[in-house]
Structure formats: structure tokens, C-alpha cells
């Protein structure tokens, strides 16, 4: 199935999220936890000598020089070189009746460090990530001992310096694994896979498949797709395939697929969202005209007679989910909405007077703000046609001034009022977006960003 929605994180993307994974590993392996070390070797001619190291903890552990790169149909890869650490701690020697102990400073050396990191999704569509491999070579270390018996301390120094290399190397993978699972894999989990609009729609961002890693970036097909809070039921129609453009100044980019669009439109029209009642307490002031029979008298002079100075309602509705095609530079979107006009009698009962057809181009002005995507619409030239009457024939071209200045000043207004609230992109926790760009391509809208992680 083709996603309704797609993320791309180009190599910006991954170069920002690498700096602040790096930045975060180089306190946690400075908090090492090393276990002592101890054993014996023999000296030829000369007999066993007893060795004890302990006390032994990290000063510092640097990562001068690093990178990540997605690797295609495996994941990601982070490579680091030139690395070093320095240690501290205590020794303890015994040879037959002589006894030393004291301190050493340690200093390892070109520690190269190369983690593979697996992508994949859960049954829920979440997003999983889990370390695949990982490999830490130390090419240098040096000892400095405190205490008088250099000689004894050039052997002591030959027997645990493989053992320290091993230690070291094993500690510091087992570091990265557990911060895999322990902080990154919760923190790739904060990304919704269902996001709640309001009491009738929300938003499936679940995954469709694993992540795929390019040469170039990593992309996230998602369902993008609007489904009912009440009764949850197939979509019937299909999305069209993405064809993303090589765009990679932003650190992402989002495609919201026409699809994506359309099962909102879908989605709000089978819940009976998109019907607008008019009334006349709902004009505004400043506006000289009231809706009633003795305005609308000046277009069907039969209104008056059967109805004298009678409030009316017009009941706005869409008898088919409006749907929007994207194309290269702008959405194009042809509403159909039928307008029921009513006399308000007396008793509060309706009693029907027409019922008018509008067609119009509608366009769309889209942005992002605060994580979300937000548009207003403008209305074009309208075409109403009668039909039905219940006060018999008039010249419906002569409603066409009033039906504009309802839909500009009233109708508009509160549907762009509600656009501006948006919908939310799919973004995990902590995440803000700036230097936003929208552009329109075939079947779907491209929104570029980059992206700051801004802690609480």
C-alpha cells in the first residue's frame, strides 16, 4: 500500500540528531563503571607475581570525530575515530616477600568505535530501533604508576594491559546498547502514531513499513490517513504514489499526500461536520441587511406575500465529501454545496423555500506554525443554480451579490478560523520546526523544515 504521508530526514536531519546522540553518549561512557582487575603471571627465574587493580574510574571520554550514514536495506551506521579516555586508579603487587602498591593515571588512545543501529516498527506501527552491532577497537594505551619498582611495574604493565584493552572495549559497547534501548528507542517511541483532532477526527500516522534508508536520507511511510473518533471504517479510495523530489537543503521533509487530505474531507463529511446553519443573529452589525423574507423579497417578490417579514435560516451542506486534487503549484478544489432556504414561522417550525446548487474554485494558502499544518481558503467566482422552489420560478443570478458577501464575510471566516488551528504533524517529543518551506508537486504537498531539539 502507498503511504498517504511520508517523512524524509536528510543527511542535515541525521547530522543534527548524530550531534546531540554524540554529545549525549560522551557523558554517559564518562560515567563508566569498570570492574577491578586482578590475577598473577610468572616471571621466568623469578616466581608468581599477584596483581590487584581497583578503584578504576573515568575522568573523561572523548569523541573528537564521528559520523552517521544511512546504509541502504540495513539502517544506520556511526562511526567514531580518534576517540580517547583517561582513567584513574589504584594497584596492588605481590612477589614472594615484596609488597607495593600506589596509583596510576591511564590514558587510551585512537579508540575507534563503529555502531550499526537497526530500524524497524512494532504491531502498533511505532517506530523500533535497537543496536544490530557494535564494535570498539583500542589501538593505544598508556600507564603511568606511581612508586619505586619500575622494573616490576614495566612487567605488572605488560600482564594487564590486554585485559584493561578487553575490558574497556566490552564496557563500552554494552554502553551503547543500553542507551539504545534504554533512551533511544523510548524517544523514537514519543513519535504519535495517532494524533486526536477534536471530538470527531484524528490523524493515523501509524508506520506501513519499516523505515527505509537511502544513500542519501531516511524515509518514514506512514498511513496519513483521517478516520472517524466515533466509528472507525475503510477509507474507499486508494493513495496515489509520492514521487519525491532530490530536495535535501532542509534537515526534513514532509509529503501530505492529496489522500491525506481527502480522507479529512471524507472523514468530516460522513460525521456531518460539513453543514452550516445561517441565521440572522449570526450577521454581523456592520453589515446593513438582515436575513429575512422582507431582504430576499428584492430577488423573489412572491416571498414577501406568502411570508411577510419572516426570519429565514439557510442550511449549507455538501451532498458529496469535497475533494481536492494537488498539482504542480497550487490545490485545486471545486466544492459543491447545496443551500436549503427556510421561513422560520411563528411555532419555530421550518417551512422550505428553495434550494439553491453553488459551485466554485476554491484556492488554499498552506504554512506550518507550531508544529502544525494550518491553510485559509479564498472563494472565487461562484455559479448557483436553482434546484428546487416552493415559491416558484425567479432569477437565481440575482442572489449572486448576496450569497458572496455571505460566504466572504460569515461562512469563510469561521472555516478558515478552524484551519488555522491545523492539524498536527507527525513530530516526536520535543521537536520544533523553523525555516519552513511549502511547495506543490504531483499528488501531494512538500513541506520542508529544520528541526531544533528544545528540552523542557
Known amino acids: 500500500t502507498d503511504p498517504g504521508f511520508v517523512v524524509r530526514i536528510t543527511q542535515a536531519g541525521l547530522d543534527y540528531a548524530h550531534q546531540l546522540g554524540i554529545e549525549f553518549l560522551e557523558k554517559e561512557l564518562a560515567q563508566l563503571k569498570l570492574q577491578d582487575i586482578s590475577g598473577d603471571f610468572r616471571i621466568r627465574h623469578v616466581g608468581k607475581v599477584r596483581y590487584e587493580i581497583s578503584r578504576l574510574e573515568l575522568r573523561s571520554f572523548h569523541l573528537p570525530y564521528s559520523r552517521i550514514s544511512p546504509v541502504p536495506n540495513v539502517g544506520l551506521q556511526v562511526s567514531i575515530s580518534n576517540a580517547f579516555a583517561e582513567v584513574d586508579g ?177 472523514t468530516y463529511h460522513r460525521a456531518g461536520a460539513l453543514v452550516f446553519e445561517l441565521t440572522d443573529s449570526m450577521i454581523p452589525k456592520s453589515m446593513d441587511f438582515h436575513l429575512n423574507t422582507s431582504t430576499f423579497s428584492a430577488f423573489i417578490p412572491q416571498l414577501e406575500k406568502k411570508y411577510p417579514e419572516t426570519p429565514m435560516k439557510l442550511m449549507l451542506s455538501t451532498p458529496t465529501a469535497p475533494f481536492l486534487s494537488i498539482g504542480p503549484g497550487a490545490f485545486s478544489l471545486r466544492p459543491v454545496v447545496d443551500i436549503q432556504a427556510y421561513a422560520i414561522l411563528p411555532n419555530s417550525s421550518l417551512a422550505p423555500l428553495f434550494l439553491l446548487s453553488l459551485v466554485s474554485n476554491v484556492s488554499a494558502v498552506i504554512n506550518v506554525k507550531s508544529g502544525h499544518i494550518v491553510g485559509s481558503l479564498d472563494v472565487g467566482r461562484m455559479k448557483l443554480s436553482l434546484k428546487q422552489s416552493d415559491v416558484g420560478t425567479f432569477q437565481v443570478r440575482m442572489l449572486q451579490s448576496i450569497m458572496n458577501i455571505f460566504a466572504s464575510n460569515i461562512l469563510l471566516p469561521r472555516l478558515n478560523a478552524r484551519l488555522d488551528e491545523g492539524f498536527p504533524l507527525p513530530l516526536p517529543d520535543k521537536i520544533q520546526l523553523s525555516n519552513i518551506l511549502v511547495r506543490f508537486h504531483q499528488n501531494f504537498l512538500l513541506l520542508g523544515a529544520d528541526v531544533r531539539y528544545q528540552p523542557r
Open 90 to 266: 589504584n594497584w596492588r603487587v605481590k612477589l614472594y616477600f615484596i609488597r607495593d602498591h600506589g596509583s596510576f593515571d591511564l590514558k587510551v588512545e585512537n579508540v575507534y568505535i563503529k555502531i550499526s543501529l537497526k530500524l524497524g516498527s512494532d504491531s502498533s506501527g511505532k517506530p523500533t530501533i535497537d543496536t544490530s552491532d557494535c564494535n570498539t577497537r583500542i589501538s593505544r594505551v598508556w600507564v603511568h604508576f606511581s612508586g619505586k619498582l619500575a622494573w616490576l611495574y614495566n612487567l605488572f604493565y605488560g600482564a594487564i594491559e590486554a585485559r584493561f584493552r578487553k575490558l574497556l572495549e566490552n564496557k563500552v559497547c554494552e554502553s551503547v546498547a543500553s542507551n539504545v534501548r534504554q533512551q533511544l528507542q523510548p524517544y523514537a517511541r514519543t513519535l504519535p502514531v495517532t494524533a486526536r483532532i477534536d471530538a470527531m477526527a484524528g490523524i493515523d500516522y501509524s508506520l506501513v513499513a519499516p523505515p527505509t534508508a537511502t544513500a542519501q536520507s531516511l524515509d518514514v511511510d506512514l498511513k496519513g490517513e483521517f478516520f472517524s473518533m466515533a466509528h472507525r471504517s475503510a477509507i474507499p479510495f486508494l493513495p496515489l504514489p509520492l514521487a519525491f523530489p532530490p530536495d535535501h537543503d532542509r534537515m526534513v521533509y514532509f509529503g501530505a499526500s492529496s489522500y491525506f487530505f481527502n480522507t479529512a474531507a471524507f
